[in-house]
T-cell receptor
Framework: TAGITQAPTSQILAAGRSMTLRCTQDMRHNAMYWYRQDLGLGLRLIHYSNTAGTTGKGEVPDGYSVSRANTDDFPLTLASAVPSQTSVYFC?????????????FGPGTRLTVL | GQNIDQPTEMTATEGAIVQINCTYQTSGFNGLFWYQQHAGEAPTFLSYNVLDGLEEKGRFSSFLSRSKGYSYLLLKELQMKDSASYLCAFSDSNYQLIWGAGTKLIIKP
């Protein structure tokens, strides 16, 4: 079982360019999340989706957008990248967006914005 | 406001026991999670506590005191493969996870 996959694995991007990070899960989970992880900081939630067709803003949404057209896919778009968006990005999913459901994480995308 | 705190780094000896503490402050609380993250890899779930007390799962146990805003992860019979970062996170009133920065655990032979 693939679980949750992300693409690309890593990317170097010029400032001002746009990019979409892809995330796909095959567990039929209702909820999906995008986090960024920076050295010395905890994971920070960028956007989330509790079910297909709905999205919400997390702690650090500025400069990012998401869509949830179906259950499996949850792409994250950077419209105009800036160096402060250099980070490791993790996509995660859980059965529901409430309660004590375990979140399953993808392998991450390492993004460098120059 | 909300915050969560855990030590940056801890060192322990193979075969020993180590306790990693986590303290938090929040007005809305829906449980406390512990995850393990090996260097360069994704976090993986270890435990979830929503009621006070100790939850045991093999060599790992997790404790929660809601009144004190305190949790710990206890790792017994340490193995070299336990070298990793351990992340605590609480679920807030909106069921969003607020994460600590992680505790890097170094295991020495």
């Amino acid at each position: 079982t693939a679980g949750i996959t992300q693409a690309p694995t890593s990317q170097i991007l010029a400032a001002g360019r746009s990019m979409t990070l892809r995330c796909t899960q095959d567990m039929r989970h209702n909820a999906m999340y995008w986090y960024r992880q920076d050295l010395g900081l905890g994971l920070r939630l960028i956007h989330y989706s509790n079910t297909a067709g709905t999205t919400g803003k997390g702690e650090v949404p500025d400069g990012y957008s998401v869509s949830r057209a179906n259950t499996d896919d949850f792409p994250l778009t950077l419209a105009s990248a800036v160096p402060s968006q250099t980070s490791v990005y993790f996509c995660a999913s859980s059965d529901s967006g409430t309660g004590g459901d375990e979140q399953f994480f993808g392998p991450g995308t390492r993004l460098t914005v120059l | 406001g909300q915050n969560i705190d855990q030590p940056t780094e801890m060192t322990a000896t193979e075969g020993a026991i180590v306790q990693i503490n986590c303290t938090y402050q929040t007005s809305g609380f829906n449980g406390l999670f512990w995850y393990q993250q090996h260097a360069g890899e994704a976090p993986t779930f270890l435990s979830y506590n929503v009621l006070d007390g100790l939850e045991e799962k093999g060599r790992f146990s997790s404790f929660l005191s809601r009144s004190k805003g305190y949790s710990y992860l206890l790792l017994k019979e340490l193995q070299m493969k336990d070298s990793a970062s351990y992340l605590c996170a609480f679920s807030d009133s909106n069921y969003q996870l607020i994460w600590g920065a992680g505790t890097k655990l170094i295991i020495k032979p």
